[in-house]
């Protein structure tokens, strides 16, 4: 019962360049989850433009729904990067060398990322890029300086948390195998799930810490604070591995097997709990503002809720991704596998793309003047403007797939000659 075969058709195998490292199983309905979490930013960042984000009920929603979206992004990062790591140290995979692991991540991040850094300081005119800072924006550092985190490519600051995260798993792979080693093999499981449950819980204390203006916000919006929903993945990666070595057993796995619609309807229940307890400002807005104190229980149930809603959004997609039900039907879409092939490029282009056609001149945001449709459609702009920020944006993004990301992918691994590439290809 362990997902360790695509639910795609064998003809649309992903080709050596875009698989995972290799002696590892890949996780079709992964693509499918960055392209519904990609979606989910995007009409939080276009609410914020228009407004909605103020509106009760509807706004509630919105602001819960768009960090959390973000949240996944970094639980599926802790799961697919972090999982051969933890096959490797428990003898049923093979560990990625750490050389083909950071050529791996360079090539998959780096080169759509200036390309649209680059593009965008062009036109529109993105702010700060071709500054004095510009090395703060080209090699992922903006988030560190309160000047340069809002400019370049507002989004990007979760790339920086991300690029700190490569850089620091092998070591934490190779700690976390000494640790193992120690152990001896009947006690791996804990050596994986200990040193996680510590750092998930330092993590969870930096982020309450910054709700009491104790630390800064920017050290809560780096890895110190958002290492626990990174932790979240990695823990689900564990519990995978765990499943494979046991033989697909275990009572959970069966139930997400066979019942995967439970654990959305647990997903959505988590997020009517957030929507109740999470105010605009308070913790899942954290991509917006930490300025904000809130009571220490309420804090912790945000973030106990968001880790489960995480949680419970993945485990189909980890589990028994073959077994049929509702949310693998969906995840299994033709239309919304694309969406998360170009996801990196939704992600990177959707917030300039979003100002531009929405506001006139802005020179906190670019220096053109932009197309002011907020003014020119004042009826269900929300609507339209999602509508048209996306459309414009899969443009963007499908070009920066297929001409940028796609040929610098092909040289992650040696490929088979005529191996296909394309369309649910997409991996970590």
């Not at 992903?14 to 309905?29: E, I, Q, T, V, Y």
């Not at 879409?333 to 300039?352: C, D, E, K, Q």
Request: proline content about 7%; some cysteine.
């Amino acid at each position: 019962m362990t997902a360790t075969s695509s639910a795609l058709p064998k003809e649309a195998a992903p080709s050596p360049a875009l698989a995972p490292p290799p002696g590892n199983p890949r996780f079709a309905l992964f693509d499918s989850l960055r392209g519904l979490a990609a979606v989910c930013i995007l009409v939080f960042h276009v609410s914020a433009v228009t407004g909605l984000l103020l509106k009760p009920v509807v706004g509630d929603a919105i602001v819960v729904l768009g960090p959390n979206s973000l949240i996944l992004f970094f639980a599926i990062s802790g799961f697919l990067l972090y999982r051969p790591f933890a096959a490797g140290t428990a003898g049923i995979g093979r560990s990625p060398g750490v050389p083909r692991y950071l050529r791996r991540r360079v090539l998959r991040i780096v080169p759509a990322y200036w390309v649209a850094l680059t593009v965008l300081a062009i036109f529109p005119g993105i702010v700060g890029v071709f500054t004095e800072d510009w090395w703060r924006y080209y090699f992922f550092l903006q988030l560190y300086s309160s000047e340069t985190l809002a400019g370049g490519i507002p989004v990007a600051w979760s790339l920086c948390v991300e690029v700190t995260f490569y850089l620091l798993l092998p070591v934490w792979a190779l700690g976390i195998r000494r640790l193992a080693t120690r152990a001896g093999p009947h006690a791996w499981l804990k050596a994986e799930l200990v040193p996680l449950a510590a750092v998930a819980t330092a993590a969870v204390l930096v982020q309450v810490l910054a709700q009491r203006n104790v630390v800064s916000d920017i050290v809560a919006t780096s890895l110190a604070g958002q290492l626990v929903w990174l932790a979240v993945g990695m823990a689900l990666a564990v519990a995978s591995v765990a499943t494979q070595r046991a033989g697909g057993s275990g009572r959970l796995v069966r139930i997400v097997c066979e019942r995967p619609e439970l654990c959305w309807a647990g997903a959505a229940l988590a997020f009517v709990g957030l929507v109740v307890v999470t105010e605009p400002e308070g913790l899942t807005g954290i991509v917006q503002t930490l300025s904000e104190r809130q009571p220490i229980p309420k804090t912790l149930g945000s973030i106990a809720l968001s880790a489960a809603m995480a949680s419970l959004v993945l485990l189909p997609a980890v589990f028994g991704e073959n077994a049929g039900g509702l949310p693998r039907r969906v995840l299994a879409s033709r239309a919304l596998t694309w969406l998360g092939v170009i996801s990196y490029g939704l992600f990177l282009w959707h917030l300039p793309v979003a100002h531009f056609l929405a506001l006139p001149e802005d020179p906190f945001r670019f220096s053109a003047s932009g197309l002011d449709l907020m003014a020119q459609l004042p009826h269900a702009t929300t609507a339209i403007l999602v509508a048209l920020t996306l459309a414009v944006t899969c443009v963007f993004a499908a070009a920066s797939y297929y001409l940028v990301e796609l040929p610098f992918l092909r040289l992650k691994e040696t490929a088979r000659p005529g191996a296909p590439i394309g369309p649910g290809s997409g991996a970590a």
